[in-house]
């Protein structure tokens, strides 16, 4: 790949150094588009929900024009987080710790104790922080700044977009899945750039495509993954998966039945899109430290299969589920569990991403040549390059 950078590279360090994981907050998850959630998550005014991007806790909300918007999730007087978890205010938001009040636009409507205590007040400079908000169809994405742009970040894929409807009575959501793996995001994030691994890896699970058969597009903040392994056409799926899926009769999506969008859509730092004819899912990355990412994933079906074959995982079938926290880890997996024969891409990914991160901790880690070609690691250039630029700004 022909880019200035393309000679510099992360160095093994960039895994999983406190002052990288530092200028990476700042410079990349706190300046940064993440999906956030549908704009049905949000059914009535006063419905909020909480979620932190970089260092920043945010709030997402309807406010009193039925408007969904961004503020930050932290109080005017002296900063305390004021919401947890997601939820429905009745009318106002209020901080438990002195009991300051905002209304759901972000104002700053009361202070107790305000003669006494507040005199010359000037409320109207106190108002929660605002973000932005943007969305792609049902999707609602956020960024913990304010004014910015979404339609200049997301329009270089308005012509390649999934034709999935979200809103259709015959989709259906699973229960939401979170990952916490033991390894640096960017490790996961290039786990899923690329395409050399496909092959090998995941002989048994995706069965491929070779690098000759995969075609990854770069369009702006944004990568597309097609699967060439049946001759010309463009698939979202690799051609194992599709033949055992359609020998298996499950249903598709009718709207998405014809190829032509993407299967992985990465959208740059931390959203991957990921759309077939017989299923739908985003998934966010959330950087927990310089060596842990959550994964949080959504995933869609037709409803009336969600017990059935395409939805064959329920939570406590995937290995490392654990009831008491929600949560999905290795740490869970029994000591003769095998990663390689679960039968799933994803815990293969989980095993092998975190044995790298344990492999780039040594101190005699050095990176070596990379697989030439956008489907095998030409993409993690691109992807290497975006992160030194966005932390070197
Ligand atoms: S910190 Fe919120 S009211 Fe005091
Ligand atoms: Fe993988």
Redo the contacts with the bound molecule.
């Keep these: 790949m022909n880019t200035s950078l393309s000679a510099a590279r992360l160095k093994p360090s960039d895994y999983y150094s406190v002052e990288q994981h530092d200028a990476e907050m700042s410079g990349i998850w706190e300046s940064s588009w993440i999906f956030a959630g549908l704009k049905a998550d949000f059914p009535a005014i006063g419905s909020y929900k909480t979620c932190q991007l970089g260092r920043h806790p945010l709030i997402l909300l309807k406010n009193n024009k039925g408007e969904l918007h961004v503020l930050h999730n932290v ?1 005017r ?4 987080e004021i919401l947890e978890g997601t939820g429905q205010l009745s009318k106002n938001i209020t ?1 438990p ?4 009040t905002y209304n759901l636009e972000g104002d700053l409507l009361a202070v107790p104790d305000a003669a006494t205590c507040f005199q010359g007040l000037d409320r109207s400079q106190l108002g929660l922080k605002a973000g932005s908000i943007g969305f792609i169809g049902e999707l609602v994405f956020i960024h913990p700044e304010p004014d910015q742009n979404f339609d200049k970040w997301a329009e270089p894929l308005k012509d390649q977009l999934w034709p999935h409807d979200l809103l259709s009575p015959k989709m259906g959501e699973a229960e939401p899945i979170t990952y916490d793996i033991k390894c640096n995001w960017k490790v996961f994030a290039e786990n899923a750039l690329d395409g050399y691994h496909l092959a090998h890896l995941h002989s048994e699970t995706l069965g491929g495509p070779r690098p000759a058969q995969n075609k990854w597009v770069p369009k702006g903040d944004h990568m597309m993954w097609y699967a060439t392994d049946d001759g010309q056409i463009l698939h979202s799926l690799p051609a194992q998966v599709r033949k055992s899926l359609e020998n298996s009769r499950a249903t598709k999506f009718k709207e998405a039945e014809t190829p032509g969008y993407a299967g992985v859509y990465f959208m740059y730092p931390g959203t991957l899109v990921v759309p077939t004819p017989y299923s739908f899912s985003v998934t966010t990355f959330h950087p927990l430290s310089p060596t842990k990412v959550r994964l949080r994933v959504r995933n869609w079906f037709p409803k009336t299969l969600l017990t059935g074959l395409q939805s064959d995982y329920t939570l406590k079938d995937i290995p490392g589920y654990d009831p008491n926290t929600l949560i999905v880890s290795s740490d869970h997996w029994g000591t003769d569990f095998d990663p390689q024969k679960s039968d799933d891409f994803q815990t293969e990914d989980v095993w092998i991403t975190e044995k790298m991160q344990r492999g780039l901790m040594s101190p005699n880690a050095q990176i070596g040549p990379l697989a030439q070609g956008m489907g095998a690691e030409d993409p993690l250039i691109w992807f290497q390059n975006k992160i030194m630029i966005s932390c070197h700004q």
């Design positions: 109080c007087h002296r900063s305390t901080c710790y002195h009991r300051w």
